[in-house]
């Protein structure tokens, strides 16, 4: 299990290793552009070269990449399904350069139209996405709280996505913050063990290929996507003892997406704490 975080990309895309080095990521998500425009810039092979060899140095052997917000699949105008197939395939593009694992993203909100309405021009639109990405890099799913009628806050949901599309490209990364607004406990060691057998059974343990590791503001169920620093939200240090102590998550890098003890960010102090959970897990296995 790598302990990971986002880190800014601001200076160049090396300077997000330099970053991770400095509160000890093993693992690093990255925006190839500004989350909220969709003007996007190539890396460059000198780029791309010097960032795999950094990451490589810094023994960094997972990064991801998280795609702007602007994406909606389910959107009702075919223009603005255009630019997010689009900018999928170019982070996939920009991801599959540097050597990324994969490129995460919000399917989006149906806006009222109902899950069942736009669940053809989801997956079709995905499908579009992985016939004219690379092939060495995931299209990853990321669950969410359920706020705005977005679509994936079930793990049902991201299922039936997966099997329309049919496709060993299309993975899953799991919010602990957004399950946990969705009404799954994860922070409870009992009730986890079902969590994870509906995950496994709608999705899919193997697709499991990142984890977004964020407290949460609210309590269980609240729907809302506010994040906070490990510890000191609603899932709690025995929360995500209970999360780590999980088998389905042994080797999936957690990445951090905190506001950080000084609101800078994901920080040191939130990966020193799930690295003392992992070593007290690792202890007692």
Aim: net charge negative; with cysteine.
């Amino acid at each position: 299990m790598r302990i990971g975080a986002h880190v800014s990309t601001a200076g160049g895309i090396t300077k997000a290793v330099e970053r991770a080095n400095l509160i000890g990521a093993e693992a690093v998500q990255i925006f190839a552009s500004g989350p909220q425009s969709w003007r996007f810039k190539m890396v460059t092979d000198a780029e791309a070269a010097e960032y795999k060899q950094k990451a490589h140095d810094a023994k960094i052997d997972h990064t991801f990449l998280h795609a702007i917000y602007l994406i909606n699949m389910a959107t009702k105008t075919e223009e603005n399904l255009g630019k997010a197939i689009d900018s999928l395939v170019q982070y996939m593009e920009f991801g599959s350069a540097i050597g990324a694992k994969g490129v995460i993203f919000h399917i989006g909100s149906h806006k009222g139209a109902g899950y069942d309405a736009v669940l053809k021009q989801v997956a079709g639109g995905m499908t579009t996405v992985l016939e004219r990405a690379p092939k060495d890099i995931f299209l990853v799913i990321e669950n969410c709280a359920g706020m705005g009628q977005h679509i994936g806050a079930k793990f049902a949901d991201i299922g039936t996505v997966m099997r329309e599309i049919d496709s060993p490209q299309v993975k899953v990364c799991l919010d602990t913050e957004h399950a946990f607004a969705a009404g799954y406990n994860l922070a409870n060691k009992d009730a986890i063990v079902k969590v994870m057998e509906d995950f496994d059974k709608e999705i899919g343990i193997k697709n499991l290929v990142a984890v977004h590791a964020n407290d949460s503001k609210g309590e269980l169920g609240w729907g809302i996507d506010r994040h906070e620093n490990i510890g000191e939200g609603k899932i709690g240090i025995s929360g995500f003892e209970s999360i780590m102590s999980h088998p389905a998550f042994a080797d999936v890098p957690f990445l951090l997406e905190v506001p950080g003890f000084e609101d800078q960010g994901p920080d040191q102090k939130n990966v020193n704490i799930l690295k003392d959970i992992r070593s007290r897990i690792g202890a007692k296995t």
